[in-house]
């Protein structure tokens, strides 16, 4: 039975809720993690099958978005008020159970509003102590939760193996297993390769991606990517890449600035992964990705690669996901040719 519950409000929680239950289930397993888009079996009464989880007494961990607490149903009233609202049910079980509830804060939501303005059993999240989850520190605050559920008892179990199921996508619960915050984990990566390092003999194959990779985000942003696969496992590194100019990587400067006293102008990406095929498929590539400081190795952010190799063995399509922007990103990649 799972120990970690993750209570949110889909219209602004579901991506959170879906990183924070890929990057948990990474240190405590899968199946120590209930998120209800993944463990709901089909033909279910959804209703019950939560009850049945939360009469376990997981820790409940909410996510305080602004609407958790701020929608409004088709007349204008808040969810909150009625008690049919899912959210305020799976509160009210877990807290009439004694379950141990963390709210995180989550979206500039500063704190958790005063008792009075909240209906019950929403009055009583001041009674615990809050974490926050911020986008852009999604590291550290992970890291943080992390320690906090090892005090509370939860266990991470000797290893968690990957599964040998074909990757999905980055935020389906097959590759949460494989999205693996390697700086939670504490799993050196040691990919230990230079960029020159690996000289690509002979032609493009369909079933190897080892070799130079230019790989395409927008028409302005493309990553130079040195791919080495070893039978079923990929390693990724990347050419430093300049961030000094860019207003997306503005307020992560600013807060790395204030940081660490310094500026960071150019980030690596860096991973590992497998590559597997089911008969008749292409081969497909899911790599958990790590992005950081260059130079210094500090980590950035982290995140997921899965791309699916055309017939030709000359490109991919696929999507990037990462932590700190809390969505997908197309990417096309396309071997550059040994020079």
């Known amino acids: 039975m799972a120990q970690l519950f993750i209570s949110y409000r889909s219209s602004d929680g579901k991506d959170k809720a879906t990183a924070l239950a890929r990057d948990l289930g990474a240190v405590f397993g899968d199946e120590q993690v209930f998120l209800d888009k993944d463990d709901l079996r089909a033909g279910v009464r959804w209703r019950e099958e939560i009850a049945q989880t939360l009469k376990a007494r997981p820790i409940l961990l909410l ?15 808040l969810r909150i008020d009625d008690p049919t609202d899912p ?19 989550c979206d500039d939501v500063a704190a958790p509003p005063p008792a009075a303005e909240l209906p019950a059993p929403f009055n009583r999240i001041g009674d615990f102590t809050w974490r926050p ?13 992390v320690d906090d559920l090892h005090a509370l008892g939860v266990a991470t179990p000797p290893a968690v193996t990957p599964t040998s199921a074909t990757p999905s996508q980055a935020v ?37 991606v080892t070799g130079s ?12 990517l040195l ?51 089911r008969p008749g498929e ?25 791309a699916t190799i055309a017939a030709d063995g000359a490109r991919m399509a696929g999507v990037m996901w990462l932590n ?12 550059v040719p040994r020079q």
């Not at 080495?228 to 807060?255: C, H, K, T």
């Not at 790599?287 to 950081?292: D, K, M, P, R």
């Open 63 to 77: 996510l305080l978005t602004p609407q958790l607490l701020a929608a409004t149903n088709d007349r204008g009233a």
């Open 87 to 105: 959210i305020r049910r799976e509160v009210a079980d877990a807290l009439a159970g004694g379950a141990h509830l963390i709210p995180l804060l």
């Open 133 to 145: 989850l911020r986008a852009y520190d999604w590291h550290h605050d992970v890291q943080r939760l």
């Open 172 to 208: 389906g619960h097959t590759s949460r297993r494989w999205l693996v915050v390697a700086a939670v984990l504490a799993v050196p990566l040691a990919l230990g390769i230079g960029w020159y390092a690996l000289r690509v003999a002979g032609s493009p194959s369909a079933t190897d």
């Open 213 to 224: 990779w230019s790989a395409t985000l927008s028409p302005d942003e493309t990553l130079f």
């Open 227 to 277: 791919l080495r696969q070893s039978g079923e496992r990929v390693e990724l590194n990347s050419r430093p890449v300049p961030i000094g100019q860019r207003a997306d990587w503005a307020d992560y400067r600013s807060f790395w600035r204030e940081r660490f006293g310094s500026e960071l102008d150019a980030v690596s990406y860096r991973g590992e992964g497998r590559a597997s095929a």
């Open 282 to 306: 292409q081969l497909v590539i899911d790599i958990a990705l790590q992005i950081v400081s260059s130079p210094g190795d500090v980590l950035v952010d982290t995140g997921n690669l899965n």
């Open 324 to 335: 700190s922007a809390q969505k997908e990103r197309p990417v096309n990649l396309a071997r």
